[in-house]
């Protein structure tokens, strides 16, 4: 499990849930299956762990972390976890006690060659987190508009040079398709700070598979399904890798909404559904940076549901 993804700040996440033996918790990311595997540990004979993954690489996990399940306390939804919601309907659970998201992509993804996550290898320019369904991001640099490439560029990699970017790819596809990383890489480097080269190519890499998977759109419905499944003292606990992640998960716990707007009853109080356990994220000990380089750009937040009537 290790070599497909090592999990970030597993003990801080375990310490936020809060678990109870026999509570319903829900693992929107199960990727390696670290996470789940150390949540089903806890679990007694009543409790049970819904995990979710799309991508059909993550299925090859289960049976590792099913090891743990002897007695019937997991089960493994195919799905994109926007669909939280309606998944619970169909298990018949109206409430759970606590659920765990570990944003971004794995280290899986980004070592393997064929996804074409990273820069650093040359593959398909894919990075479909479900390889069954959706636009690929070559399919995407082909059909996009020099406008809509560099307002993904500059809103989901904070680029500054993202219409000098837009313009190159639109002149590049114009002689031959933009189908590998390679090729990406090739018309991105002219334009890229040589002392931030890998900073810049990795948010360029970023945005486009934010867009491709719809990343943003994904994350604010799935919160929005978490505040609607958590029981009154249920645990939110989200594990994001960048700034664009972070701001929603912050103005959801803050105020219930993605843009931070909130709302107010008539005596003047307020009516986010959510109250953060943690005011200022929590970072992964210098230990666990040294031993694992992705955990240096994770921070952790933790919430628990309010009553309705708060």
Request: aromatic share 6%; proline share 4%.
């Amino acid at each position: 499990m290790s070599e497909y993804h090592t999990p970030v700040m597993l003990e801080e996440c375990m310490d936020g849930l809060q678990i109870r033996p026999d509570g319903i918790y829900v693992d929107v990311t199960f990727g390696g299956g670290g996470h789940s595997r150390a949540i089903l540990e806890q679990l007694g004979p009543n409790g049970h762990l819904y995990s979710f993954d799309q991508d059909p690489d993550a299925e090859k996990n289960i049976g590792e972390s099913n090891s743990t399940n002897s007695q019937g306390q997991f089960t493994f939804v195919r799905s994109n976890f926007r669909f939280l919601k309606n998944w619970m309907k169909y298990y018949g659970v109206k409430h759970i006690d606590g659920l765990l998201a570990d944003l971004g992509v794995s280290s899986h993804h980004l070592n393997d060659a064929t996804r074409g996550f990273a820069f650093r290898l040359d593959a398909p320019l894919d990075m479909r987190m479900n390889t069954r369904a959706g636009m690929t991001a070559a399919e995407l640099l082909t059909n996009y508009s020099e406008e809509d490439l560099a307002r993904i560029l500059s809103l989901y990699g904070e680029l500054r040079q993202a219409r000098r970017m837009a313009a190159a790819l639109v002149r590049a596809r114009q002689k031959q398709p933009i189908a590998t990383t390679g090729d990406l890489q090739n018309i991105l480097l002219p334009l890229v700070d040589p002392r931030a080269q890998k900073k810049e190519l990795a948010q360029a890499f970023q945005a486009l598979r934010i867009e491709v998977n719809h990343e943003m759109q994904a994350l604010e419905e799935m919160l929005q399904g978490a505040i609607n499944c958590l029981a009154p003292g249920g645990r939110l606990v989200v594990m994001t890798y960048h700034s664009l992640e972070d701001r929603i998960v912050k103005n959801v716990i803050r105020s219930g909404h993605a843009d931070g707007k909130i709302e107010q009853d008539f005596y003047g109080r307020l009516l986010a559904p959510l109250k953060a356990v943690n005011n200022k994220p929590i970072v992964a000990s210098d230990e666990e940076q040294g031993q694992n380089p992705r955990s240096r750009s994770a921070k952790l937040r933790i919430a628990t549901r309010l009553k309705d009537e708060n």
